[in-house]
């Protein structure tokens, strides 16, 4: 099964932008869709992007315009480009990946089969 180890959260200032990546071993990732969650403290976990394993991308309405996911299939990566940071967007980000259901709507947490460990994400103001 694969193992997922999120990288590239910190600390940044609003407006910034950071990237963070998502490293799948013991498992080829082109067998899996890849999303994005994140839980600030005191609140739910939260969807934020899924890459279909045919590239189609789905994000939550709070991060349109301003995160963009991909893929390196060659390199069994995933990313999460995030531009235009704010303070709402502080959290712990997990990578996760879904070997089961197509398509790109995709944003239920029971839906992924694997997690990362999450990174933390702090945008201060």
């Known amino acids: 099964q694969v193992q997922l180890v999120e990288s590239g959260g910190g600390l940044v200032q609003a407006g910034g932008s950071l990237r963070l990546s998502c490293a799948a071993s013991?498992?080829?990732?082109?067998?899996?869709?890849i999303a994005w969650f994140r839980q600030a403290t005191g609140k739910d976990r939260e969807f934020v992007a899924r890459i279909s394993r045919n590239d189609q991308t789905y994000y939550a309405d709070s991060v349109k315009g301003r995160f963009t996911i991909s893929r390196d299939n060659v390199k069994n990566l995933a990313y999460l480009q995030m531009n235009r940071l704010n303070p709402e967007d502080t959290a712990v980000y997990y990578c996760?990946?879904?070997?089961?259901?197509?398509?790109?709507?995709?944003?239920?947490?029971?839906?992924?089969?694997?997690w990362g460990q999450g990174t933390q994400v702090t945008v201060s103001s």
């Open positions: 996760a990946a879904d070997e089961r259901y197509s398509g790109v709507r995709r944003a239920t947490g029971s839906v992924y089969d694997y």
């Open positions: 013991g498992g080829t990732l082109t067998r899996y869709a």
